[in-house]
Protein backbone atom coordinates (compact mmCIF):
# COMPACT_ATOMS: atom_id res chain seq x y z
CA UNK A 1 0.00 0.00 0.00
CA UNK A 2 1.61 3.37 -1.09
CA UNK A 3 1.63 6.38 2.07
CA UNK A 4 1.02 9.72 0.94
CA UNK A 5 1.52 12.39 3.20
CA UNK A 6 -1.36 14.86 3.11
CA UNK A 7 -0.34 18.24 2.67
CA UNK A 8 -2.39 21.18 1.39
CA UNK A 9 -0.33 23.19 -1.29
CA UNK A 10 0.43 26.57 -0.66
CA UNK A 11 -0.06 28.98 -3.05
CA UNK A 12 1.80 31.64 -4.49
CA UNK A 13 0.32 35.27 -4.68
CA UNK A 14 1.35 38.32 -6.90
CA UNK A 15 0.69 41.85 -7.57
CA UNK A 16 1.12 44.43 -10.03
CA UNK A 17 0.95 48.58 -8.65
CA UNK A 18 -1.19 49.53 -11.75
CA UNK A 19 -2.69 52.75 -10.16
CA UNK A 20 -0.43 55.86 -11.26
CA UNK A 21 -1.99 59.24 -10.47
CA UNK A 22 1.07 60.55 -12.80
CA UNK A 23 -0.06 58.51 -15.76
CA UNK A 24 -1.64 60.06 -18.68
CA UNK A 25 -4.74 59.15 -20.49
CA UNK A 26 -2.93 57.80 -23.30
CA UNK A 27 -0.49 55.45 -21.04
CA UNK A 28 -3.64 54.27 -19.01
CA UNK A 29 -5.16 53.02 -22.08
CA UNK A 30 -1.99 51.48 -23.23
CA UNK A 31 -2.37 49.58 -20.14
CA UNK A 32 -5.83 48.49 -20.08
CA UNK A 33 -5.23 47.11 -23.48
CA UNK A 34 -2.34 45.15 -22.68
CA UNK A 35 -3.82 43.90 -19.60
CA UNK A 36 -6.87 42.71 -21.96
CA UNK A 37 -4.45 40.58 -24.14
CA UNK A 38 -2.24 39.02 -21.29
CA UNK A 39 -4.76 38.11 -18.70
CA UNK A 40 -6.43 35.76 -21.37
CA UNK A 41 -3.80 34.67 -22.52
CA UNK A 42 -2.17 33.44 -19.03
CA UNK A 43 -5.41 31.87 -18.49
CA UNK A 44 -5.81 29.88 -20.96
CA UNK A 45 -1.96 29.19 -20.39
CA UNK A 46 -3.18 27.80 -17.00
CA UNK A 47 -6.21 26.01 -18.25
CA UNK A 48 -3.96 23.75 -21.11
CA UNK A 49 -1.37 23.44 -18.00
CA UNK A 50 -3.86 21.70 -15.92
CA UNK A 51 -5.28 19.69 -18.60
CA UNK A 52 -1.78 18.82 -19.56
CA UNK A 53 -1.27 17.23 -16.39
CA UNK A 54 -4.39 15.47 -15.95
CA UNK A 55 -3.90 13.79 -19.13
CA UNK A 56 -0.43 12.36 -18.28
CA UNK A 57 -1.48 11.39 -15.25
CA UNK A 58 -4.88 9.35 -16.74
CA UNK A 59 -1.97 7.62 -19.19
CA UNK A 60 0.36 6.62 -16.56
CA UNK A 61 -2.03 5.68 -14.11
CA UNK A 62 -3.27 3.47 -17.17
CA UNK A 63 -0.16 1.37 -17.65
CA UNK A 64 0.04 1.34 -13.86
CA UNK A 65 0.73 -2.09 -11.91
CA UNK A 66 -1.77 -3.63 -9.41
CA UNK A 67 -0.63 -3.49 -5.85
CA UNK A 68 -2.11 -5.75 -3.20
CA UNK A 69 -3.82 -3.39 -0.33
CA UNK A 70 -4.11 -6.28 2.15
CA UNK A 71 -2.04 -8.40 4.51
CA UNK A 72 -4.20 -10.80 5.40
CA UNK A 73 -3.38 -13.73 2.59
CA UNK A 74 -6.55 -15.81 4.07
CA UNK A 75 -9.33 -15.83 1.10
CA UNK A 76 -12.65 -15.31 2.73
CA UNK A 77 -15.14 -17.63 0.49
CA UNK A 78 -18.01 -16.02 -1.98
CA UNK A 79 -19.87 -17.50 -4.69
CA UNK A 80 -22.47 -15.81 -6.83
CA UNK A 81 -26.47 -17.82 -5.42
CA UNK A 82 -28.55 -15.59 -6.88
CA UNK A 83 -29.16 -16.90 -11.07
CA UNK A 84 -28.87 -13.80 -13.66
CA UNK A 85 -31.83 -12.10 -15.05
CA UNK A 86 -30.28 -10.00 -17.90
CA UNK A 87 -33.12 -8.52 -18.98
CA UNK A 88 -34.32 -7.42 -14.93
CA UNK A 89 -30.73 -6.86 -14.26
CA UNK A 90 -30.10 -4.31 -16.90
CA UNK A 91 -33.16 -2.65 -16.24
CA UNK A 92 -32.76 -2.36 -12.31
CA UNK A 93 -28.85 -0.93 -12.97
CA UNK A 94 -30.39 2.05 -15.90
CA UNK A 95 -32.94 2.84 -13.00
CA UNK A 96 -30.73 2.56 -10.29
CA UNK A 97 -28.04 4.80 -11.73
CA UNK A 98 -30.55 7.51 -12.72
CA UNK A 99 -31.88 7.45 -8.96
CA UNK A 100 -28.54 7.52 -7.51
CA UNK A 101 -27.26 10.24 -9.73
CA UNK A 102 -29.84 12.64 -9.33
CA UNK A 103 -29.84 11.71 -5.32
CA UNK A 104 -26.41 11.43 -3.86
CA UNK A 105 -23.90 11.15 -7.11
CA UNK A 106 -23.09 8.49 -9.24
CA UNK A 107 -22.49 4.70 -7.91
CA UNK A 108 -18.98 5.32 -7.17
CA UNK A 109 -19.27 8.19 -4.74
CA UNK A 110 -21.70 6.36 -3.26
CA UNK A 111 -19.44 3.11 -2.81
CA UNK A 112 -16.95 6.25 -0.97
CA UNK A 113 -19.25 7.64 1.18
CA UNK A 114 -21.16 4.04 2.12
CA UNK A 115 -20.12 2.18 5.64
CA UNK A 116 -19.30 -1.86 5.12
CA UNK A 117 -22.50 -2.95 4.99
CA UNK A 118 -23.57 -0.73 2.09
CA UNK A 119 -20.49 -1.27 0.12
CA UNK A 120 -21.12 -5.28 0.21
CA UNK A 121 -24.60 -4.69 -0.87
CA UNK A 122 -23.97 -2.23 -3.79
CA UNK A 123 -21.05 -4.51 -4.96
CA UNK A 124 -23.72 -7.58 -5.27
CA UNK A 125 -25.95 -5.67 -7.18
CA UNK A 126 -24.19 -2.82 -8.53
CA UNK A 127 -26.54 0.63 -9.30
CA UNK A 128 -24.09 1.68 -12.19
CA UNK A 129 -23.23 0.78 -15.56
CA UNK A 130 -20.56 -1.18 -16.27
CA UNK A 131 -17.50 1.16 -16.65
CA UNK A 132 -18.67 2.66 -13.32
CA UNK A 133 -17.24 -0.63 -12.29
CA UNK A 134 -14.28 -1.29 -13.95
CA UNK A 135 -13.14 2.28 -13.13
CA UNK A 136 -13.77 1.31 -9.25
CA UNK A 137 -11.52 -1.77 -9.97
CA UNK A 138 -9.19 0.63 -11.50
CA UNK A 139 -9.07 3.40 -9.01
CA UNK A 140 -8.54 0.87 -6.15
CA UNK A 141 -6.25 -1.16 -8.13
CA UNK A 142 -3.99 1.87 -8.49
CA UNK A 143 -3.91 2.99 -4.83
CA UNK A 144 -6.22 5.93 -6.13
CA UNK A 145 -9.93 6.52 -4.20
CA UNK A 146 -9.51 8.76 -1.03
CA UNK A 147 -12.67 9.93 0.77
CA UNK A 148 -12.23 13.17 3.06
CA UNK A 149 -15.01 16.11 4.11
CA UNK A 150 -17.33 13.69 5.32
CA UNK A 151 -17.42 11.33 2.89
CA UNK A 152 -16.66 12.82 -0.34
CA UNK A 153 -14.71 11.08 -3.31
CA UNK A 154 -11.03 12.24 -4.42
CA UNK A 155 -8.71 10.23 -6.39
CA UNK A 156 -5.38 10.93 -5.72
CA UNK A 157 -2.30 10.15 -8.04
CA UNK A 158 1.36 9.13 -7.53
CA UNK A 159 2.80 12.10 -7.75
CA UNK A 160 0.67 13.52 -4.92
CA UNK A 161 -1.57 15.40 -7.57
CA UNK A 162 -5.52 15.94 -5.43
CA UNK A 163 -8.47 15.48 -8.08
CA UNK A 164 -12.12 15.90 -7.02
CA UNK A 165 -14.44 13.39 -8.68
CA UNK A 166 -16.43 13.17 -10.53
CA UNK A 167 -15.32 15.93 -12.30
CA UNK A 168 -11.70 15.52 -12.35
CA UNK A 169 -10.29 18.61 -11.89
CA UNK A 170 -6.63 18.87 -10.02
CA UNK A 171 -6.97 21.13 -6.62
CA UNK A 172 -4.84 22.54 -3.78
CA UNK A 173 -7.49 22.41 -0.95
CA UNK A 174 -6.58 18.89 0.60
CA UNK A 175 -9.12 17.48 3.58
CA UNK A 176 -7.71 17.54 6.73
CA UNK A 177 -9.36 13.98 7.17
CA UNK A 178 -8.76 12.59 3.96
CA UNK A 179 -7.88 8.81 4.03
CA UNK A 180 -7.74 6.12 1.14
CA UNK A 181 -10.60 3.22 0.30
CA UNK A 182 -9.38 -0.18 0.73
CA UNK A 183 -10.96 -2.85 0.96
CA UNK A 184 -10.93 -6.14 3.06
CA UNK A 185 -10.92 -9.99 1.82
CA UNK A 186 -14.26 -10.60 1.90
CA UNK A 187 -15.23 -6.63 0.20
CA UNK A 188 -12.66 -7.58 -2.44
CA UNK A 189 -14.20 -10.98 -3.28
CA UNK A 190 -17.72 -9.26 -3.07
CA UNK A 191 -16.20 -6.63 -6.06
CA UNK A 192 -14.23 -9.52 -8.14
CA UNK A 193 -17.86 -11.18 -8.33
CA UNK A 194 -20.10 -8.04 -8.17
CA UNK A 195 -17.72 -7.23 -11.09
CA UNK A 196 -18.55 -10.54 -13.01
CA UNK A 197 -22.24 -10.75 -12.44
CA UNK A 198 -22.32 -7.06 -14.07
CA UNK A 199 -20.23 -8.00 -17.30
CA UNK A 200 -22.47 -11.26 -17.56
CA UNK A 201 -25.75 -8.97 -18.13
CA UNK A 202 -24.12 -6.42 -20.68
CA UNK A 203 -25.65 -6.58 -23.86
CA UNK A 204 -21.35 -6.82 -25.13
CA UNK A 205 -19.81 -9.94 -25.73
CA UNK A 206 -16.60 -8.82 -24.88
CA UNK A 207 -17.72 -7.77 -21.05
CA UNK A 208 -19.32 -11.08 -20.91
CA UNK A 209 -15.78 -12.96 -21.89
CA UNK A 210 -14.50 -10.64 -19.42
CA UNK A 211 -17.05 -11.57 -17.18
CA UNK A 212 -16.00 -15.28 -17.77
CA UNK A 213 -12.52 -14.69 -17.32
CA UNK A 214 -13.12 -13.15 -13.76
CA UNK A 215 -15.31 -16.51 -12.88
CA UNK A 216 -12.24 -19.07 -14.05
CA UNK A 217 -9.52 -16.85 -12.11
CA UNK A 218 -11.55 -17.56 -8.91
CA UNK A 219 -13.67 -20.81 -10.40
CA UNK A 220 -13.25 -22.65 -6.96
CA UNK A 221 -16.08 -19.68 -5.40
CA UNK A 222 -17.96 -20.03 -8.35
CA UNK A 223 -21.61 -21.42 -7.97
CA UNK A 224 -21.99 -24.38 -10.87
CA UNK A 225 -25.69 -22.88 -11.37
CA UNK A 226 -24.71 -19.17 -12.64
CA UNK A 227 -22.82 -20.74 -15.09
CA UNK A 228 -25.17 -23.08 -16.53
CA UNK A 229 -28.37 -20.70 -16.37
CA UNK A 230 -25.69 -18.04 -18.10
CA UNK A 231 -24.77 -20.85 -21.19
CA UNK A 232 -28.57 -21.52 -21.20
CA UNK A 233 -29.40 -17.54 -22.11
CA UNK A 234 -26.55 -16.88 -24.05
CA UNK A 235 -26.52 -16.04 -28.08
CA UNK A 236 -22.82 -15.52 -29.00
CA UNK A 237 -20.65 -18.84 -29.77
CA UNK A 238 -17.54 -17.58 -28.61
CA UNK A 239 -19.11 -16.64 -25.29
CA UNK A 240 -20.92 -19.70 -24.96
CA UNK A 241 -17.84 -21.66 -25.55
CA UNK A 242 -15.68 -20.08 -22.88
CA UNK A 243 -18.35 -20.57 -20.37
CA UNK A 244 -18.82 -24.36 -21.57
CA UNK A 245 -14.97 -24.82 -21.09
CA UNK A 246 -16.02 -22.85 -17.55
CA UNK A 247 -18.53 -25.25 -16.30
CA UNK A 248 -16.56 -28.27 -17.70
CA UNK A 249 -13.65 -27.60 -15.64
CA UNK A 250 -16.10 -26.95 -12.72
CA UNK A 251 -17.74 -30.43 -13.29
CA UNK A 252 -14.19 -32.21 -13.49
CA UNK A 253 -13.77 -30.82 -9.74
CA UNK A 254 -16.73 -31.31 -8.06
CA UNK A 255 -18.56 -33.98 -10.41
CA UNK A 256 -18.60 -37.63 -9.99
CA UNK A 257 -17.20 -40.03 -12.41
CA UNK A 258 -19.05 -40.31 -15.40
CA UNK A 259 -19.56 -36.12 -14.91
CA UNK A 260 -15.47 -36.42 -14.55
CA UNK A 261 -15.05 -38.20 -17.31
CA UNK A 262 -17.19 -36.06 -19.94
CA UNK A 263 -15.47 -32.93 -18.49
CA UNK A 264 -11.93 -34.74 -19.77
CA UNK A 265 -13.47 -35.58 -23.13
CA UNK A 266 -14.64 -31.89 -23.52
CA UNK A 267 -11.46 -29.97 -22.33
CA UNK A 268 -9.44 -32.16 -24.49
CA UNK A 269 -10.50 -29.16 -27.46
CA UNK A 270 -8.68 -26.40 -24.66
CA UNK A 271 -5.37 -24.87 -25.04
CA UNK A 272 -5.81 -22.84 -22.05
CA UNK A 273 -2.62 -23.28 -19.74
CA UNK A 274 -4.73 -23.32 -16.54
CA UNK A 275 -6.85 -26.28 -17.59
CA UNK A 276 -3.48 -28.80 -18.30
CA UNK A 277 -2.25 -28.01 -14.98
CA UNK A 278 -5.55 -29.25 -13.40
CA UNK A 279 -5.38 -32.45 -15.62
CA UNK A 280 -1.32 -32.99 -14.97
CA UNK A 281 -3.06 -32.34 -10.91
CA UNK A 282 -5.28 -34.90 -11.35
CA UNK A 283 -2.59 -37.10 -12.80
CA UNK A 284 -0.41 -36.98 -10.12
CA UNK A 285 -3.30 -38.08 -7.30
CA UNK A 286 -3.18 -41.60 -6.32
CA UNK A 287 -5.76 -44.35 -6.45
CA UNK A 288 -7.20 -42.69 -10.08
CA UNK A 289 -10.01 -44.88 -11.94
CA UNK A 290 -8.03 -46.49 -14.77
CA UNK A 291 -10.97 -45.00 -17.47
CA UNK A 292 -10.38 -41.51 -15.92
CA UNK A 293 -6.61 -41.74 -16.08
CA UNK A 294 -7.06 -42.82 -19.75
CA UNK A 295 -9.19 -39.69 -19.99
CA UNK A 296 -6.34 -37.59 -18.68
CA UNK A 297 -3.46 -38.94 -20.54
CA UNK A 298 -5.46 -37.87 -23.75
CA UNK A 299 -6.64 -34.89 -23.03
CA UNK A 300 -3.05 -34.09 -21.48
CA UNK A 301 -1.60 -35.03 -25.27
CA UNK A 302 -4.33 -33.00 -27.17
CA UNK A 303 -3.79 -30.06 -24.93
CA UNK A 304 -0.16 -29.78 -24.68
CA UNK A 305 0.17 -30.18 -28.52
CA UNK A 306 -2.69 -27.78 -28.71
CA UNK A 307 -1.15 -25.01 -26.31
CA UNK A 308 2.46 -25.76 -28.51
CA UNK A 309 0.86 -24.86 -31.79
CA UNK A 310 -0.40 -21.54 -30.11
CA UNK A 311 3.37 -20.62 -28.81
CA UNK A 312 4.54 -21.46 -31.48
CA UNK A 313 2.05 -19.27 -33.81
CA UNK A 314 3.23 -17.07 -31.25
CA UNK A 315 6.90 -16.51 -31.85
CA UNK A 316 6.39 -16.70 -35.66
CA UNK A 317 3.83 -13.40 -35.58
CA UNK A 318 6.70 -11.82 -33.43
CA UNK A 319 9.21 -12.46 -35.91
CA UNK A 320 7.02 -11.30 -38.73
CA UNK A 321 6.66 -7.86 -36.48
CA UNK A 322 10.36 -7.83 -36.09
CA UNK A 323 10.65 -8.38 -39.37
CA UNK A 324 8.39 -6.03 -40.82
CA UNK A 325 10.22 -3.58 -38.50
CA UNK A 326 13.84 -4.93 -40.28
CA UNK A 327 11.92 -4.05 -43.26
CA UNK A 328 11.03 -0.61 -42.79
CA UNK A 329 14.84 0.24 -41.70
CA UNK A 330 16.34 -1.56 -44.76
CA UNK A 331 14.18 -0.48 -48.20
CA UNK A 332 15.97 3.03 -46.81
CA UNK A 333 19.48 1.51 -46.87
CA UNK A 334 18.51 -0.69 -49.65
CA UNK A 335 17.50 2.36 -52.00
CA UNK A 336 20.85 4.72 -51.29
CA UNK A 337 23.07 1.80 -51.47
CA UNK A 338 21.70 0.65 -54.37
CA UNK A 339 21.53 3.87 -56.18
CA UNK A 340 25.00 5.86 -54.75
CA UNK A 341 26.95 2.59 -53.57
CA UNK A 342 27.16 4.21 -50.05
CA UNK A 343 27.70 1.86 -46.89
CA UNK A 344 26.10 4.58 -44.55
CA UNK A 345 26.67 4.09 -41.22
CA UNK A 346 24.84 6.81 -39.97
CA UNK A 347 21.50 4.68 -41.07
CA UNK A 348 20.78 3.74 -37.56
CA UNK A 349 20.97 7.04 -36.34
CA UNK A 350 18.70 8.72 -39.29
CA UNK A 351 16.07 5.67 -37.41
CA UNK A 352 16.92 6.83 -33.43
CA UNK A 353 15.61 10.42 -35.26
CA UNK A 354 12.35 9.33 -36.05
CA UNK A 355 11.87 7.78 -32.68
CA UNK A 356 12.67 10.85 -30.83
CA UNK A 357 10.61 12.70 -33.66
CA UNK A 358 7.74 10.51 -32.08
CA UNK A 359 8.29 11.26 -28.79
CA UNK A 360 8.38 15.04 -29.31
CA UNK A 361 5.36 14.97 -31.56
CA UNK A 362 3.68 12.98 -28.45
CA UNK A 363 5.29 15.97 -26.16
CA UNK A 364 4.09 18.47 -28.41
CA UNK A 365 0.18 17.26 -28.17
CA UNK A 366 0.16 16.53 -24.39
CA UNK A 367 1.28 20.11 -24.06
CA UNK A 368 -1.23 22.01 -26.65
CA UNK A 369 -3.81 19.64 -27.96
CA UNK A 370 -4.35 17.37 -24.84
CA UNK A 371 -7.81 16.34 -26.27
CA UNK A 372 -6.07 15.11 -29.09
CA UNK A 373 -3.65 13.08 -27.88
CA UNK A 374 -4.17 9.87 -28.16
CA UNK A 375 -3.91 10.44 -31.54
CA UNK A 376 -0.59 11.93 -31.62
CA UNK A 377 0.97 9.04 -33.62
CA UNK A 378 -1.14 10.25 -36.82
CA UNK A 379 1.10 13.43 -36.78
CA UNK A 380 4.32 11.79 -36.13
CA UNK A 381 4.21 9.30 -39.12
CA UNK A 382 4.89 12.00 -41.24
CA UNK A 383 6.74 14.21 -38.98
CA UNK A 384 9.18 11.17 -38.56
CA UNK A 385 9.72 10.95 -42.36
CA UNK A 386 9.78 14.20 -43.08
CA UNK A 387 12.82 15.35 -40.27
CA UNK A 388 14.77 12.36 -40.68
CA UNK A 389 14.18 12.92 -44.78
CA UNK A 390 15.83 16.37 -44.56
CA UNK A 391 18.32 15.56 -41.96
CA UNK A 392 19.38 12.91 -44.32
CA UNK A 393 19.77 15.42 -47.66
CA UNK A 394 21.90 17.29 -45.74
CA UNK A 395 24.36 14.61 -45.00
CA UNK A 396 24.16 13.39 -48.69
CA UNK A 397 24.63 17.36 -49.81
CA UNK A 398 27.44 18.08 -46.80
CA UNK A 399 28.81 14.74 -46.27
CA UNK A 400 28.82 12.38 -48.70
CA UNK A 401 28.58 14.17 -52.31
CA UNK A 402 32.32 15.15 -52.01
CA UNK A 403 33.40 11.50 -51.34
CA UNK A 404 31.44 9.89 -54.11
CA UNK A 405 33.62 7.16 -55.52
CA UNK A 406 35.66 6.77 -52.16
CA UNK A 407 33.70 4.23 -50.52
CA UNK A 408 36.29 3.82 -47.08
CA UNK A 409 36.59 7.37 -46.48
CA UNK A 410 32.46 7.34 -47.25
CA UNK A 411 32.23 4.57 -44.43
CA UNK A 412 34.50 6.39 -42.21
CA UNK A 413 32.87 10.10 -42.66
CA UNK A 414 29.37 8.92 -42.27
CA UNK A 415 30.54 6.85 -39.02
CA UNK A 416 31.46 9.99 -37.87
CA UNK A 417 28.31 11.62 -38.77
CA UNK A 418 26.25 8.36 -36.38
CA UNK A 419 28.72 9.41 -33.52
CA UNK A 420 27.62 13.19 -34.16
CA UNK A 421 24.37 12.38 -34.08
CA UNK A 422 24.01 10.49 -31.17
CA UNK A 423 26.21 12.87 -28.98
CA UNK A 424 23.60 15.46 -29.79
CA UNK A 425 20.87 13.09 -28.83
CA UNK A 426 22.56 12.48 -25.22
CA UNK A 427 23.22 16.79 -25.03
CA UNK A 428 19.14 17.47 -25.92
CA UNK A 429 17.54 14.44 -24.33
CA UNK A 430 19.51 12.83 -22.00
CA UNK A 431 21.22 9.37 -21.71
CA UNK A 432 18.72 7.95 -20.44
CA UNK A 433 16.05 6.40 -22.37
CA UNK A 434 12.69 8.76 -23.19
CA UNK A 435 9.38 7.23 -22.78
CA UNK A 436 6.99 6.91 -25.82
CA UNK A 437 3.00 5.93 -24.67
CA UNK A 438 1.31 3.65 -26.85
CA UNK A 439 -2.26 5.75 -28.21
CA UNK A 440 -5.27 3.94 -26.88
CA UNK A 441 -6.47 2.12 -29.94
CA UNK A 442 -3.19 0.31 -30.26
CA UNK A 443 -2.99 -0.58 -26.65
CA UNK A 444 -4.40 -4.45 -25.94
CA UNK A 445 -3.94 -7.09 -27.84
CA UNK A 446 -6.27 -9.59 -29.58
CA UNK A 447 -6.73 -13.04 -28.21
CA UNK A 448 -7.38 -16.14 -30.62
CA UNK A 449 -7.39 -18.09 -27.87
CA UNK A 450 -6.53 -18.72 -24.29
CA UNK A 451 -2.65 -19.45 -24.88
CA UNK A 452 -2.31 -17.06 -27.80
CA UNK A 453 -2.44 -13.14 -28.06
CA UNK A 454 -2.07 -11.03 -30.54
CA UNK A 455 -0.71 -7.15 -29.40
CA UNK A 456 -2.44 -4.99 -31.54
CA UNK A 457 0.90 -2.47 -31.67
CA UNK A 458 2.84 -5.31 -33.34
CA UNK A 459 -0.47 -5.80 -35.71
CA UNK A 460 -0.23 -2.18 -36.83
CA UNK A 461 3.24 -2.57 -37.73
CA UNK A 462 2.59 -5.46 -40.00
CA UNK A 463 -0.15 -3.37 -42.01
CA UNK A 464 1.82 0.05 -41.51
CA UNK A 465 4.53 -2.01 -43.72
CA UNK A 466 2.34 -3.61 -45.87
CA UNK A 467 1.24 -0.16 -46.96
CA UNK A 468 4.63 1.52 -47.11
CA UNK A 469 6.06 -1.49 -49.50
CA UNK A 470 2.82 -1.06 -51.71
CA UNK A 471 3.27 2.75 -52.07
CA UNK A 472 6.67 2.40 -52.65
CA UNK A 473 6.79 -0.22 -55.33
CA UNK A 474 4.59 2.34 -56.92
CA UNK A 475 6.83 5.33 -56.30
CA UNK A 476 9.15 3.38 -58.04
CA UNK A 477 7.60 1.54 -60.84
CA UNK A 478 4.65 4.08 -61.37
CA UNK A 479 6.10 7.51 -61.51
CA UNK A 480 8.81 9.70 -63.49
CA UNK A 481 10.94 9.77 -59.83
CA UNK A 482 10.77 6.41 -59.94
CA UNK A 483 11.73 6.11 -63.03
CA UNK A 484 15.05 8.34 -62.62
CA UNK A 485 15.43 6.52 -59.72
CA UNK A 486 16.11 3.09 -61.44
CA UNK A 487 17.44 4.82 -64.63
CA UNK A 488 20.38 6.29 -62.25
CA UNK A 489 21.19 3.09 -60.26
CA UNK A 490 21.06 0.42 -63.32
CA UNK A 491 23.65 2.94 -65.62
CA UNK A 492 24.43 6.62 -64.15
CA UNK A 493 26.36 7.65 -67.45
CA UNK A 494 23.71 7.29 -69.73
CA UNK A 495 21.02 8.33 -67.53
CA UNK A 496 23.16 12.40 -67.76
CA UNK A 497 23.58 11.70 -71.50
CA UNK A 498 19.72 11.80 -71.65
CA UNK A 499 19.16 14.42 -69.40
CA UNK A 500 18.60 13.16 -66.03
CA UNK A 501 19.70 15.68 -63.20
CA UNK A 502 21.77 12.63 -61.49
CA UNK A 503 22.68 14.74 -58.81
CA UNK A 504 19.09 15.82 -57.77
CA UNK A 505 18.20 12.72 -58.27
CA UNK A 506 20.92 11.48 -55.46
CA UNK A 507 20.17 13.65 -52.72
CA UNK A 508 16.08 13.18 -53.38
CA UNK A 509 16.91 9.38 -53.31
CA UNK A 510 19.06 9.67 -50.31
CA UNK A 511 16.20 11.60 -48.63
CA UNK A 512 13.89 8.93 -49.62
CA UNK A 513 15.63 6.12 -47.68
CA UNK A 514 16.28 8.18 -44.90
CA UNK A 515 12.79 9.29 -44.18
CA UNK A 516 12.03 5.40 -44.32
CA UNK A 517 14.34 4.41 -41.57
CA UNK A 518 12.68 7.79 -39.67
CA UNK A 519 9.11 5.80 -39.91
CA UNK A 520 11.13 2.64 -39.60
CA UNK A 521 12.02 4.56 -35.88
CA UNK A 522 8.73 5.80 -35.29
CA UNK A 523 7.00 2.20 -35.24
CA UNK A 524 10.14 1.22 -33.20
CA UNK A 525 8.86 3.13 -30.40
CA UNK A 526 5.93 1.90 -30.16
CA UNK A 527 7.43 -1.37 -29.04
CA UNK A 528 10.53 -0.59 -27.84
CA UNK A 529 13.06 1.54 -25.54
CA UNK A 530 13.59 4.69 -27.08
CA UNK A 531 17.50 6.04 -26.52
CA UNK A 532 20.79 7.54 -27.75
CA UNK A 533 21.64 3.99 -28.62
CA UNK A 534 18.39 2.91 -30.54
CA UNK A 535 20.20 2.83 -34.09
CA UNK A 536 22.84 0.49 -33.14
CA UNK A 537 20.69 -2.34 -32.13
CA UNK A 538 19.18 -2.24 -35.38
CA UNK A 539 21.87 -1.24 -37.99
CA UNK A 540 23.77 -4.62 -38.45
CA UNK A 541 20.24 -6.25 -39.39
CA UNK A 542 19.62 -4.40 -41.70
CA UNK A 543 22.61 -4.07 -44.00
CA UNK A 544 22.68 -8.26 -43.38
CA UNK A 545 18.72 -7.72 -44.90
CA UNK A 546 20.20 -5.77 -48.16
CA UNK A 547 23.24 -7.87 -48.50
CA UNK A 548 21.24 -11.16 -48.96
CA UNK A 549 17.87 -9.37 -50.44
CA UNK A 550 20.53 -7.53 -53.34
CA UNK A 551 21.41 -4.23 -53.75
CA UNK A 552 18.15 -1.89 -54.74
CA UNK A 553 16.21 -4.18 -54.85
CA UNK A 554 12.42 -3.94 -52.55
CA UNK A 555 11.69 -7.69 -53.31
CA UNK A 556 14.89 -9.08 -51.95
CA UNK A 557 14.70 -6.70 -48.97
CA UNK A 558 11.07 -8.26 -48.51
CA UNK A 559 11.96 -11.86 -48.69
CA UNK A 560 15.03 -11.05 -46.35
CA UNK A 561 13.49 -9.18 -43.68
CA UNK A 562 10.96 -12.23 -43.12
CA UNK A 563 13.66 -14.95 -43.40
CA UNK A 564 16.45 -12.97 -40.90
CA UNK A 565 13.15 -11.68 -38.53
CA UNK A 566 11.44 -15.41 -37.96
CA UNK A 567 14.62 -17.44 -38.29
CA UNK A 568 16.26 -14.47 -35.64
CA UNK A 569 13.03 -15.31 -33.26
CA UNK A 570 13.21 -18.98 -33.38
CA UNK A 571 16.72 -19.50 -32.98
CA UNK A 572 16.47 -16.97 -29.91
CA UNK A 573 14.18 -19.46 -28.56
CA UNK A 574 16.05 -22.77 -28.75
CA UNK A 575 19.43 -21.29 -28.38
CA UNK A 576 19.52 -17.95 -27.10
CA UNK A 577 19.74 -14.40 -28.20
CA UNK A 578 23.83 -14.13 -28.81
CA UNK A 579 24.17 -17.93 -30.13
CA UNK A 580 21.41 -16.82 -32.15
CA UNK A 581 22.90 -13.32 -34.10
CA UNK A 582 26.00 -15.75 -34.52
CA UNK A 583 24.57 -18.64 -36.14
CA UNK A 584 22.81 -16.14 -38.21
CA UNK A 585 26.27 -14.58 -38.96
CA UNK A 586 27.43 -17.63 -40.38
CA UNK A 587 24.72 -18.60 -42.29
CA UNK A 588 24.65 -14.87 -43.79
CA UNK A 589 28.72 -15.56 -44.75
CA UNK A 590 28.05 -18.56 -46.29
CA UNK A 591 25.20 -17.65 -48.25
CA UNK A 592 27.47 -14.82 -49.82
CA UNK A 593 29.90 -16.81 -51.11
CA UNK A 594 27.48 -19.00 -52.88
CA UNK A 595 25.10 -16.30 -54.37
CA UNK A 596 27.29 -12.59 -54.18
CA UNK A 597 24.52 -10.84 -55.65
CA UNK A 598 21.87 -11.62 -53.09
CA UNK A 599 18.48 -13.37 -53.88
CA UNK A 600 18.33 -10.88 -57.07
CA UNK A 601 20.55 -9.76 -58.93
CA UNK A 602 20.39 -5.69 -60.39
CA UNK A 603 19.78 -5.71 -63.95
CA UNK A 604 21.32 -3.64 -66.02
CA UNK A 605 24.89 -2.38 -67.96
CA UNK A 606 26.90 -0.45 -66.04
CA UNK A 607 29.62 2.20 -67.23
CA UNK A 608 32.53 1.67 -65.90
Not at 101 to 111: H, K, L, P, V
Not at 168 to 194: C, H, M, V, Y
Not at 315 to 340: D, E, K, R, Y
Request: aromatic share 8%; glycine share 8%.
Amino acid sequence: MQHHTLRPFVGHTSSKNGNNPQASASEVMQYAARFSIYVPLRLLALMALCITTFTTTAYADHDGQVHDHDTDTAHSEQSLVTPINVATSTQASTSNISTATTNSGDAIQQFVAGDFSKRQAMLSDWPGSVESLDSLVEFIANDELYQGNGGQTYLLNADDQLFTYPDKKETADWPSDLSQITLTNALRSALIFGQAKVKLASDKPAQRLQAVKILADNIDQVDPSIITIATANEDNAKVKKALTALQARIDFKNGDLPTQIAAVNLLADSDNPQVLVDIESALAADNLDASLKTALIDAESSVSRRIEISTWTGHIFTGMSTASILLLAALGLAITFGLLGVINMAHGELIMIGAYTTYMVQNFFQAYMPDMAGWYLLAAIPAAFLVSAVIGMIIERIVIRPLYGRELETLLATFGVSLILMQLVRMIFGAQNVEVSNVAWLSGAYQVSSSLVLPYNRIAIIGFTVIVVALLVYLLNKTRFGLFIRAVTQNRQMARSVGIPSARIDMMAFGLGSGLAGMAGCALAQVGNVGPDLGQTYIIDTFLVVVVGGVGQVWGAVLAALGLGVSGTVLEIGIGAVLAKIVLLVLVILFIQKRPQGLFALKGRFVE
